[in-house]
């Protein structure tokens, strides 16, 4: 089946909650925070979010180390806080995607403290563990010594995220810890994963973004168990939620979209793409990138392979552009204002569906040398607070060269004042939109000057040599 319709018009918006906004004062973004600013999303033209995990966790990797994937972590707020965001999402037309993190756990989730224990249990299989504490884990990240149980767990990424049993494409007949996909253990970890699942789709998530969507099966050559684990998650989609997608950080559109993903990212690993054409010069990969002022980049070379993947895909799924993430350098990292305008305007106009990183809209800039803060390490500086107070409490309405009025917006909480102003000595006229919803302005002081709200568009009219300070009420 095609892709969902509404895919095509997406734009994705991600939202990095501890660091988008904090509605109670203890320093963490939160739930209510993404709320409160669903009409600032929807301003900016976003129709999706896609939210970072938000589920009960130590945070030892910002959220990626789940400890229970059926409850919010209370940091964030409630279970209720989350469908009350999906639902308050949907009256504006926009769709939330959780992000689902199916290749490992926390070391603190029920299943893997289960699992360590000496005795056999229902969770036992869940993980992979080697026979022996001895034993090598064969070209695999193990830690050792952990539990009371007689053997070492693979890991998925850092040492605290011990890896999911979906078992070995090939098993190594020298380790019969290696299980084959259609084993017990790893049959029990897919009906779990699709049981998370239907239950957020269940109460409202539009979809979900993919973790490591390729490292589920262990030594898999040519990624084909891998391909029929996502082929049969998408036969549920097909069959039961229709209206749902998957997105896969996975970076190779031509497997992903053949393994069932509605959309891939090309990303800055797996496809020479996205470093080419985006990673600015001095960066840890050294790239010099095509969208730099200094114009010694290539464009050619990544975009004939984006075409290879384009032509081999678009007639089933969609390539994702996305202007950074929580992972890679922030699009400001190296570029100027004008610089970042010029990419985000290819983000925005190659086929696919885009997706903004928080931030990258207003030019957030990227702090570097940052101590390390939630696993972040060398990511931390781009995952810094929103810049709500000091970024967005001035904002141009109204501003063209050699042209009169000015018009714009000031914000302090929910308070909304748009000033207006006409320093010429003749009458003038100016369309503009304010973020946020239709509404009306209440004149707070000044004389010369009438502004009204049609639809989503204002006009002012000024006479010559006045203003007009006007609360905005929605």
Same mark, same amino acid.
């Given at each position: 089946?095609? +892709?969902?319709?509404?895919?095509?018009?997406?734009?994705?918006?991600?939202? $990095?909650?501890?660091?988008?906004?904090?509605?109670?004062?203890?320093?963490?973004?939160?739930?209510?925070?993404?709320?409160?600013?669903?009409?600032?999303?929807?301003?900016?033209?976003?129709? /999706?979010?896609?939210?970072? =995990?938000? &589920?009960?966790? =130590?945070?030892?990797?910002? @959220?990626?180390?789940?400890?229970? #994937?059926?409850?919010?972590?209370?940091? $964030?707020? %409630?279970?209720?806080?989350?469908?009350?965001? &999906?639902? +308050?999402?949907?009256?504006?037309?926009?769709?939330?995607?959780?992000?689902? *993190?199916p290749g490992h756990t926390s070391v603190a989730h029920p299943w893997f403290k289960a699992s360590c224990r000496h005795q056999r249990n229902r969770y036992s299989d869940y993980y992979i563990w080697t026979s022996d504490i001895w034993d090598d884990a064969r070209g695999l990240r193990a830690v050792n010594g952990y539990a009371e149980r007689r053997g070492n767990f693979v890991t998925n990424f850092f040492w605290c995220q011990p890896a999911l049993n979906y078992g070995f494409g090939t098993p190594d007949p020298a380790a019969p810890w290696q299980q084959p996909t259609g084993a017990p253990g790893p049959r029990a970890v897919r009906a779990e994963i699709k049981k998370i699942m239907r239950h957020w789709l269940d109460h409202g998530a539009a979809g979900f973004r993919v973790d490591m969507a390729d490292s589920l099966v262990k030594n898999d050559p040519g990624l084909r168990e891998t391909n029929k684990l996502w082929q049969d998650m998408r036969a549920m989609l097909d069959r039961d $939620?229709?209206? /749902? +997608?998957? *997105?896969?950080?996975?970076?190779?559109?031509?497997?992903?979209?053949?393994?069932?993903?509605?959309?891939?990212?090309?990303?800055?690993?797996?496809? =020479?793409?996205?470093?080419?054409? &985006?990673?600015?010069?001095?960066?840890?990969?050294?790239?010099? +990138? #095509? &969208?730099?002022?200094? @114009?010694?980049?290539?464009?050619?070379?990544?975009?004939?392979?984006?075409?290879?993947?384009?032509? /081999?895909?678009?007639?089933?799924?969609?390539?994702?552009?996305?202007?950074?993430?929580?992972?890679?350098?922030?699009?400001?990292?190296?570029? %100027? =204002?004008?610089?970042?305008?010029?990419?985000? /305007?290819?983000?925005?106009?190659?086929?696919?569906?885009?997706f903004i990183y928080y931030g990258d809209e207003i030019g957030l800039r990227m702090p570097h040398g940052l101590a390390s803060k939630e696993g972040g390490y060398q990511r931390t500086g781009t995952r810094t607070p929103m810049q709500w107070s000091a970024a967005g409490n001035f904002v141009p309405l109204f501003l063209r060269p050699h042209t009169y009025p000015l018009i714009f917006l000031r914000r302090t909480g929910r308070t909304r004042i748009v000033v207006a102003l006409n320093p010429a000595n003749r009458p003038v006229r100016a369309s503009f939109t304010v973020p946020g919803a239709p509404g009306s302005a209440e004149l707070l002081l000044g004389r010369g000057v009438s502004i009204a709200c049609r639809n989503t568009t204002w006009t002012a009219h000024l006479q010559g040599v006045s203003y007009g300070i006007f609360a905005v009420r929605h």
């Open positions: 089946m095609k +892709a969902p319709a509404w895919l095509s018009t997406a734009v994705f918006y991600q939202v $990095y909650p501890q660091s988008f906004y904090d509605t109670n004062g203890d320093g963490i973004g939160d739930l209510p925070g993404v709320i409160e600013k669903l009409d600032y999303i929807r301003w900016l033209g976003c129709n /999706a979010i896609w939210l970072n =995990p938000c &589920f009960v966790s =130590p945070f030892l990797d910002a @959220g990626y180390d789940v400890a229970d #994937y059926y409850h919010v972590a209370p940091r $964030y707020g %409630t279970d209720a806080d989350l469908l009350r965001l &999906f639902a +308050a999402a949907r009256a504006r037309g926009i769709r939330v995607f959780l992000d689902l *993190v $939620y229709p209206d /749902a +997608a998957l *997105v896969s950080e996975w970076s190779y559109p031509i497997n992903a979209i053949r393994a069932g993903f509605h959309m891939d990212f090309v990303a800055q690993f797996n496809v =020479p793409i996205f470093n080419p054409l &985006f990673r600015a010069p001095g960066d840890a990969w050294g790239t010099r +990138a #095509y &969208f730099n002022a200094r @114009g010694e980049g290539d464009a050619a070379a990544p975009l004939d392979e984006y075409l290879r993947h384009y032509r /081999a895909t678009k007639a089933r799924g969609y390539i994702c552009f996305q202007s950074a993430n929580h992972d890679m350098a922030r699009m400001s990292a190296g570029r %100027t =204002p004008r610089e970042i305008e010029v990419a985000m /305007a290819f983000i925005l106009t190659m086929p696919g569906v885009p």
